[in-house]
DNA sequence: AATATCTTTCATTTTTTTTTGAAAGTTTAG
DNA sequence: CTAAACTTTCAAAAAAAAATGAAAGATATT
C-alpha cells in the first residue's frame, strides 16, 4: 500500500471507529490527521486535507481543545494557529476516561442514586426496582473507581496492568 | 420521589446515555426497562411503556438478542413473545466488552497493522506515520489482551480487580 | 386449508445530527 | 484609528439516523 492511502486509510477507518463511540466522524478524523502529523497543522491545511469547511473545522478543534486532546500552538511571527495532537497514548487514554468520567459516568451515578433511593413501596416490582438500581449504582461507582486508581499510574499504567494478569 | 417518576427518570437516563456511547436511544430505554421488570414482558407492554411503534420495538429488540443481552422467553400456552434482559452485572459487562472487542476493536486492530505495515518511506512524515500507527497498533492490541484478561474472571470481576489496586 | 394471532421487514417519513458559509468578532500591524 | 489576516458563531441547508406503519411472513388453532 501507498503512504497516501494508508494515511486516507487510516483518517477514514479512525472516523468511522468515532461514530461508534459517540464522538462524531469530523471531529475522530481531525484528531486522527494530528496524530499522524509530524509536526503542528493550520486549520487551512485541515480543511483542505479533509475537505471540510471553515466552520467545520473550527468548531471540531474547539471540541477536541476542551477534551484536552489537541493543543493550540503558536508560530513566532506566525498570524495563524497551528493544532497538535497529544501524542502519547498513555496520556491520551488517561484525559479521555477522566473526561468521560466527568462528563458521563459522575452525571449517570448522580441519577442512579437519586432513583434507588425512593421510599421502599409494597410491590414487589417497587422492590425490584430499588434493588436493580441499588446494585447498578455500586457497580458502576465501583467501575469508576478502578477507572480512577488505574490511571493514576501515570506512566506506562496498561503495561502494569497487563502484567499484573500475566503473573 | 415516586416510583413511577423514578422508574421514567432511569429510563430516561438510561436512554441518553446510550446515545453517548454509540446505541441508540430507543434501544438502551429498551434495555433499561427490562432490566428493572421483575419478570419478562410482552412486546405490546414494551411498546405502550415506551410510546414506540410494533416495527421499532422489533427490531431494537432483535438487535439487543444479537448483543446477547436480552433473551426471548416463551410461556407456555401463550402465542406472544417475552424478553427479558441480562440482569446480572458482570455478565452484563463481560457480554457488552467481548461484543465491542469483537466488532469493533478486532477490525480497527486488522486495519492498524495494515497501515502501519507499509514500506518504509524515506521522508520524515513517513517514518513518523508508521511509527505512530505502530504505536497505536500495539497499545490497542494490549488494552485488548487486558479486557479479555479481566472478563475471563468470571464471577466478581470487578470487585477482584478493585482489590488488586487497593492493597 | 382457512383463520387468527403475533412478528418481521422495509419503503417512506420524521427527527436528529452535522455541515456549510457568510457575517460578526478578534487580534495584530502600520 | 483603520485595514488586513484570521477565527468564531449560528441560522439555514444537507446528510444521516431512527421511527413509523402497513404489508408480508410466520406459526398455531379450529
Redesign the pocket.
Known sequence: MEYRDAKSKFIQTWGALG?QWGI???MAQIHALLMVAPEAI???EIMEEL??????A?????ALMDWGIVYKELKPGE???FFTAEKDLDELAVKISRERSRREIKPALKVLKEVSSIEGGTSSEEKHFIDQTTKLYDFVLKADNVLEKITEYKDNWLTQLLMKFMK
Not at 475537505?51 to 467545520?56: K, V
Not at 473550527?58 to 474547539?62: A, G, K, V
Open positions: 461514530s462524531n466522524k469530523t493550520s486549520m487551512e475537505q471540510i469547511s471553515r466552520g467545520n473550527s468548531m471540531n478543534l474547539r498570524r495563524r494557529e
